[in-house]
């Protein structure tokens, strides 16, 4: 829970205002529904916490590989 915006809400407003870039958004929340509400609010991946720097990395590449093939 973020003090001004909450996760989705920032993923959003990013969105709306023009970023392009890649966003993950890591959350404690494991549900189903609440990973659905971030992709559709703009987010390219979700993970959920704990999450091991490795993992992190690991996605973050997948990631990038896939926006760079996209691009």
Same mark, same amino acid.
């Given at each position: 829970?973020?003090?001004?915006?909450?996760?989705?809400?920032?993923?959003?407003?990013?969105? %709306?205002? *023009?970023?392009?870039?890649?966003?993950?958004?890591?959350?404690?929340? &494991?549900? $189903?529904?609440?990973?659905?509400?971030? /992709? %559709?609010? *703009?987010?390219?991946?979700?993970?959920?916490?704990?999450?091991?720097? &490795?993992? $992190?990395?690991?996605?973050?590449?997948? /990631?990038?590989?896939?926006?760079?093939?996209?691009?």
């Amino acid at each position: 829970h973020m003090p001004v915006l909450n996760g989705i809400e920032a993923i959003r407003h990013l969105r %709306e205002n *023009g970023y392009g870039g890649a966003i993950i958004a890591l959350s404690a929340d &494991a549900q $189903l529904a609440t990973r659905q509400k971030c /992709l %559709e609010a *703009g987010a390219d991946e979700t993970l959920t916490k704990p999450i091991s720097r &490795a993992d $992190l990395v690991r996605h973050c590449r997948e /990631l990038l590989n896939r926006v760079r093939v996209n691009a």
